[in-house]
């Protein structure tokens, strides 16, 4: 299957793995570019640039295939040197980013000096189109079902991805519902070149996590996940666990007063007691409303394959008998 993600990023399909904290490791992001996606290492995890350049270095003997490097620009309680990790990338030969968080405009010029193709998460139209107008070669849209953040505008990927398709030039992967199959017919109909999973390659052989965390995301429905942090214009979509609901509390009882004080305890230094020790209570980490689809733990080569199957069944029977 061809698009202008495919052709963009020298991938066999249009299956982008998002950047996510304490998941993407090497292991995963070589697993999904060896089954013909893009992988993705995110950059943050590791705690130094050193550090990151030794993780590209391990990902280049586990494939031969593209794979990028996710750099998320968010409200952090230490500034990370960025562009010491941007530095990182290139000389890893890296030259796929996938950027998320703040605008990654302050960086462009390194990026861009570097020849790096650079695709950056958005959750509405307007900021998709600031990520067009600054250089981005692409954009992942991420509609309100996304699990991570979710912007503030709480508009759904039906709406989301269409309007999109309307605005843009550039092209665009749908992020937040994508599981299958369904999921990527469903995004390329609506205007999409491809989609963007992060839940769904959690629950897989590779993801380098607790296996409690996969089984929680098998067991989970599409109704076990909350929004945290809506106070702080910081919306994180988490699945339901007892610290969860102990944040909320807290700011059930602050309201718009809450501080990231108050609610440290439950959102900082959460991944490694959850994705490392499986502390299913520690606290808020993202997982999608996709979750409700998840029901099975495969390798990333077999979820790769089985998504293509299922697709161009659906193209070439269902659809086709429909006209």
């Not at 031969?64 to 530095?87: C, H, M, Q, R, W």
């Not at 570097?114 to 990520?131: N, P, W």
């Not at 609506?190 to 380098?208: C, S, V, W």
Request: hydrophobic share 45%; net charge negative; charged share 20%.
């Amino acid at each position: 299957m061809k698009t202008r993600i495919t052709q963009l990023f020298g991938i066999a399909h249009p299956i982008v793995q998002g950047g996510m904290h304490f998941v993407g490791f090497a292991e995963l992001a070589a697993a999904v570019s060896n089954a013909g996606g893009l992988g993705v290492i995110t950059g943050l995890t590791q705690k130094t640039p050193e550090r990151l350049a030794r993780e590209i270095a391990r990902c280049r003997d586990l494939t031969d295939k593209p794979f990028g490097v996710n750099l998320t620009f968010l409200p952090t309680f230490a500034s990370p040197p960025y562009p010491e990790y941007i530095d990182a990338i290139v000389e890893g030969g890296v030259r796929i980013v996938e950027t998320a968080g703040r605008s990654p405009e302050p960086y462009m010029p390194q990026l861009k000096k570097a020849g790096v193709k650079v695709i950056h998460k958005c959750t509405s139209v307007r900021h998709s189109l600031k990520a067009q107008a600054i250089g981005c070669d692409a954009v992942s849209v991420d509609g309100f079902e996304c699990g991570g953040h979710p912007g503030e505008d709480d508009v759904p990927n039906f709406i989301l991805l269409p309007r999109a398709a309307e605005a843009l030039d550039i092209p665009f992967v749908a992020s937040g519902g994508m599981a299958d199959g369904r999921s990527l017919v469903a995004a390329l109909a609506l205007g999409a070149e491809g989609i963007n999973m992060g839940t769904r390659f959690i629950a897989t052989q590779e993801a380098p996590v607790h296996a409690n965390v996969k089984a929680a995301i098998v067991a989970a429905s599409e109704f076990d996940t909350r929004l945290v942090m809506r106070p702080l214009r910081n919306t994180e979509r988490v699945l339901d666990n007892a610290g969860v609901q102990a944040l909320l509390a807290i700011e059930r009882e602050k309201g718009a007063h809450t501080q990231i004080e108050d609610i440290r305890a439950f959102v900082g230094n959460v991944y490694p007691r959850v994705m490392v020790d499986g502390d299913m209570d520690a606290g808020a980490w993202s997982c999608g409303m996709v979750a409700g689809l998840i029901h099975d733990v495969p390798s990333v080569a077999e979820l790769v394959a089985r998504i293509m199957r299922e697709a161009e069944a659906i193209v070439s029977q269902r659809l086709a008998r429909l006209l």
